[in-house]
Nanobody, 121 residues
Framework: QVQLVESGGGSVQPGGSLRLSCVASGITFSSYVMKWYRQAPGKERELVASITNTDGSTHYSDSVKGRFTISRDNAKNTLYLQMNSLNSEDTAMYYC??????????????WGQGTQVTVSS
């Protein structure tokens, strides 16, 4: 049974920091591209950051570039998202995603249940 369990969310004041974690089980973590998505009320889910399983290359959305850092620890089956300089627009539910392309026609795609981040004064 595959599980992705996020933690680390909470309430923080503008300018503050949080570190999200996502612990994976039931998959070969090192074989998966890992991503963080977020979804604010009334908005579509958006990709925040991703990290490859091959060379650890990272990608960020323009809205978080320079403030957020994605990282992974394959030995601990854990994905992280360090979030600094938070503002109200970062308020959202944050989801961990694991994706592996098996063939051209088959992709394994798993999601966590989400962790809420609220930025408010």
């Amino acid at each position: 049974q595959v599980q992705l369990v996020e933690s680390g969310g909470g309430s923080v004041q503008p300018g503050g920091s949080l570190r999200l974690s996502c612990v994976a089980s039931g998959i070969t973590f090192s074989s998966y591209v890992m991503k963080w998505y977020r979804q604010a009320p009334g908005k579509e889910r958006e990709l925040v950051a991703s990290i490859t399983n091959t060379d650890g290359s990272t990608h960020y959305s323009d809205s978080v570039k320079g403030r957020f850092t994605i990282s992974r620890d394959n030995a601990k089956n854990t994905l992280y998202l360090q979030m600094n300089s938070l503002n109200s627009e970062d308020t959202a539910m944050y989801y961990c995603n694991a994706r592996r392309v098996v063939t051209r026609a088959s992709t394994l795609d798993y999601w966590g249940q989400g962790t809420q981040v609220t930025v408010s004064s």
